[in-house]
Each structure stands twice: as C-alpha cells, then as structure tokens.
C-alpha cells in the first residue's frame, strides 16, 4: 500500500532528521575540538624535540669535527713516525737479507773456486806422476825388488793386536800389493810397446793408428804429446764454427788452463786467434762456471774490432769497454759483484 505524503510532512520529517543530526555534531564538537587540540600539541611537542635531537646532533658532529681537525697534526705525526718505522724496519730486513744473499752468494764462488783450484792442482799433479812413470822402470831397478812388499808374504800380526786393527793392516797390504802389480803392469806394457816401435820402425812393417809416429819422434820426456783424440768440442755458447786447426789450438788452450800452464798461442795473422781466445772463453763459462772478469789487452784500433766479435760469436758474455777518458766514469760504475756471473 503506498501511503501518499504531502509536500509540508516531507518537509517537516527532514527537518527534524537534520535537527537531530545537527544536535549530535553539536555536542561531539567539544570532544573532537579537545581530541584535534592535543593531536595538535603532541604533533608541536614532537616537533620541538625532534628539532632539539637535530640540533644536538648537529652539535655534537660539529664538536667531533673540531675534535678531529684540533687532533688531526698530533695524528698525523704519529703515523709518520709509524711509517718511518715500518719502512727503516722493512729496508733493514731487505738489507739483510740482500746480505746474506751475496754472503752466500761469495761463500759458494768461494767454494767452486777452491774446488777448481784443487781440481787444477790435482790434474797438474797426476800432469806430474805422469811424467814420473816414464822413468819407473829405472827407478825400481836401482831401488831393488826388496824395497817393494813381497805378493806372498803378508804382514805378521801380533797375538795381543786388535782383530779389526790386524784386519785393516792386511786391507792396506792387499791395495798396496795391487798398485806394485799394476804399476808393474803399466811399466811393462809401456817397454813393450817402445820395442814393438822400434822393430817395426826398422823392419819397415807398418803399425797401426796407435804407433803412426815414428820412435825417433816420440818426447819420452812430454808423454802428453803422443796422439790423443781430442775431448773438446765448440762450446754451445759460441755461435760460429772453428775449423780444424782452430779446435786444435781451442783443445791446446784448454790443457794449458787444466794443467796450469801459461802459454801464447802465436798463430800467424788472419788465422783467427780473436775467435779461438772467444772460444775459450766460452769453453769456460759453459764447462767451468766461470763467466769472467776476462781482461782483454788490445790496441786502441782493435778494441772496437774486439767488442763486435764477441757481440757476434758470444752475445751470453758481457763487454765492458774500458779506454779513453770515460774511465774515470766506468770505475764508478763497476759492481765487481756482477762481474762474476752471468
């Protein structure tokens, strides 16, 4: 059913409604004016100590800052020391230990010079008792088999001597009855062979490649010159090839140096001594270890001449001009520590 109202209850029911409703805004207004007034103070109380955090902690890095530039000499001066420190501690140990190293360095050319040396002095020796065993055989008949130890007898041992004291004197006696018997041996063969060259030389049979040379030739004084095939080869370090005679001379500057023997090898001009000498070298520096110094005493015209052969045949060796007026200069610049190595 549809109840049919007039414009004047229509108008008098919203009325009211709105009068209603406005009573109820009208009594919470306090209450919300109250709620938005203390929204509104805590919001400015937040502020202003949100503000004074702000401005304390600007204080306070601004006081830090101050506190650092004011401190920041003191500091820096503390970390130079500590770096001077650091860098004299880190120099002394590199310096120490650079010592050492050349310590070592010296004490092991030290020892290959000692042990060539010896080596030197040992070659030279046996060079010497080789000499000797030319004239062994008159040697022992002057001596007389009685001075040589007889091969059946052996020595007497003493009842109260110590078993290994009496096992070491049968030892020695046993090595010495065999050095009599090969030395006997060798002496033997040696007397053998100068007859069989002789009876040969005169019956005119031909011998063969050992005997080639004819008795009346062969130094019983120098037996190193009986025909030997040579043991020395071109160093890998020298880029070139020698010929024949050139290895040859090569071959007699290195027994020179073995045996410790001076010598000049006179060759006549335009054989090539500038290349066999830089052979030689190289023979030293590959086989003995021994890169130098090697002093090289030339004309003023050659010494040029000198530097581009060993540029050419030896560049592994190391060239140091050392003429004219730059000498002074080159004497302060010479470490005699590198001179030595490679």
Request: glycine content about 4%; charged content about 30%; proline content about 5%.
């Amino acid at each position: 059913q549809i109840v049919k109202k007039e414009h004047s209850e229509i108008m008098k029911e919203d009325l009211a409604s709105f009068l209603k409703r406005w009573h109820i805004i009208a009594r919470n207004i306090p209450k919300h004016h109250r709620n938005f007034t203390a929204l509104l103070k805590k919001r400015q109380m937040d502020a202003k100590r949100f503000s004074e955090n702000c401005q304390r902690e600007v204080k306070l890095k601004v006081s830090r800052s101050l506190k650092l530039m004011r401190s920041a000499p003191v500091r820096t001066r503390k970390l130079a020391r500590d770096m001077l420190i650091f860098w004299k501690r880190v120099d002394k140990e590199q310096y120490e230990l650079r010592k050492k190293e050349e310590r070592d360095a010296a004490e092991a050319l030290k020892r290959e010079e000692e042990l060539r040396e010896a080596k030197r002095q040992q070659q030279r020796l046996n060079f010497l008792l080789s000499q000797t065993e030319l004239y062994s055989h008159f040697m022992q008949n002057k001596a007389g088999e009685s001075a040589l130890p007889d091969e059946g007898s052996a020595p007497e041992v003493d009842d109260e001597e110590d078993p290994e004291e009496a096992e070491l004197k049968r030892e020695a006696f046993r090595a010495a009855q065999h050095a009599v018997s090969q030395q006997k041996r060798m002496t033997n063969a040696f007397d053998s062979e100068i007859v069989r060259l002789c009876q040969s030389s005169e019956s005119g049979i031909p011998t063969d490649d050992s005997a080639t040379m004819e008795p009346s030739k062969i130094d019983l004084l120098h037996p190193s010159t009986m025909p030997e095939q040579s043991s020395v080869q071109t160093p890998e370090l020298f880029k070139g090839v020698l010929k024949e005679y050139q290895l040859k001379g090569l071959q007699w500057l290195v027994n020179c140096y073995e045996q410790g023997l001076n010598g000049i090898l006179a060759d006549e001009m335009g054989l090539g001594k500038t290349v066999q000498a830089m052979a030689f070298l190289s023979h030293l520096a590959e086989d003995k270890n021994i890169w130098g110094p090697f002093l090289v005493v030339a004309p003023a015209s050659v010494v040029n001449n000198w530097a581009e052969e060993v540029i050419r045949f030896c560049p592994d060796l190391k060239i140091l001009p050392y003429w004219g007026p730059e000498r002074v200069v080159l004497r302060k610049n010479i470490n005699p520590k590198r001179l030595y190595r490679r």
